[in-house]
């Protein structure tokens, strides 16, 4: 077995963050988050709520719509993330502007306390400490999230500078 799809004898406790400004945004993120749930080795935890969010980057856009889940899952690093890019393709995404608007994205935020440097994955997702739109749904979820530069999620979250144009929905 590769490490790709290799499995680990007990559950990693996981963030992972999700985000849709195309299609049906709230229609996405649940669909996205019944196939985790669906996936062998992965199991719900918990599920934040919903937010609006302005977009982060150059590109003009919608508004997003965030969520972070957390999970335990019994997958590799790379497996995970592998499912993940595979929900993101099953429900439209297209990668064609960096940045840009999307239906899905799916970003792999910390798996356990393991750091990874690869061409592509890092964890602990490395700008999460910046962004509101990750650190209000995961620290609602998960104060105490471990951002693996010493600071937990709701301890980055009392400096995060953008957190104004965060928005809880309802539903």
């Known amino acids: 077995m590769?490490?790709?799809?290799?499995m680990a004898d007990a559950p990693t406790r996981c963030a992972l963050g999700l985000g849709s400004n195309l299609g049906d945004p709230k229609a996405n993120l649940d669909e996205a988050i019944r196939r985790l749930e669906e996936t062998p080795g992965v199991m719900l935890v918990s599920r934040s709520?919903?937010?609006?969010?302005p977009p982060w980057g150059p590109v003009p856009q919608d508004d997003f719509r965030n969520c972070c889940v957390v999970i335990d899952t019994t997958m590799s690093p790379q497996a995970l993330l592998k499912r993940c890019l595979e929900i993101e393709t099953e429900l439209g995404r297209v990668r064609d502007v960096r940045?840009?608007?999307r239906t899905l994205d799916i970003d792999v935020l910390i798996y356990g306390l393991?750091?990874?440097a690869e061409?592509?994955?890092e964890i602990p997702h490395p700008r999460m400490?910046?962004?509101a739109f990750v650190l209000i749904p995961l620290a609602e979820i998960w104060p105490?999230?471990?951002l693996g530069d010493g600071r937990t999620a709701m301890e980055a979250l009392e400096t995060c500078p953008d957190q104004d144009g965060v928005v809880k929905l309802d539903g």
Do not use: F, I, M
């Open 2 to 6: 590769n490490a790709e799809n290799a």
């Open 49 to 53: 709520s919903d937010y609006r969010t």
């Open 99 to 101: 940045w840009g608007p």
């Open 114 to 116: 393991q750091k990874v």
């Open 119 to 121: 061409n592509d994955l």
């Open 129 to 131: 400490g910046d962004r």
């Open 144 to 146: 105490d999230a471990p």
